[in-house]
């Protein structure tokens, strides 16, 4: 019996997860608050590590059911969920594949529905990896 490799991301992350979830570009843009050339746009990208997360964020959010769709987190919950991790934004920033003036603006304000979805994602993964 051989053993299994582990399922590498692929440029078609993005798009493997909106199938299996049976959502059009349209339903994922809108659920993301992007658009839809976005959408398209990710689907490209290859290898990036805030995409990886994205996608876990989707799909954690979709799997379980009781932590329902992520809606939105605002400029006040991302810096509570930042200090909470020990992160400065520049850490977080990193974390997202975003410049820290973009993490800036976004706590002055209200930050992407996606980001929400990424942020769950890397805060899930780096409390597990602490427990496991």
């Not at 200090?83 to 520049?90: A, N, T, Y």
């Not at 975003?98 to 529905?113: A, F, Q």
Request: aromatic share 8%.
């Amino acid at each position: 019996m051989g053993i299994k490799k582990k399922r590498r991301f692929s440029p078609s992350g993005l798009s493997h997860v909106r199938s299996k979830l049976m959502l059009t570009q349209k339903e994922l843009a809108e659920l993301l608050s992007v658009s839809r050339t976005t959408i398209g746009a990710w689907e490209k990208i290859q290898n990036e590590e805030w995409l990886k997360n994205l996608c876990v964020g989707i799909c954690t959010s979709f799997a379980i059911p009781s932590l329902g769709l992520v809606q939105s987190l605002s400029g006040s919950q991302l810096i509570e969920v930042r200090s909470k991790h020990g992160w400065d934004q520049q850490a977080l920033a990193s974390r997202l594949s975003v410049s820290r003036s973009t993490i800036s603006r976004w706590e002055n304000g209200v930050p992407p529905n996606w980001a929400a979805y990424a942020v769950m994602s890397i805060t899930f993964r780096e409390n597990s990896d602490a427990y496991f």
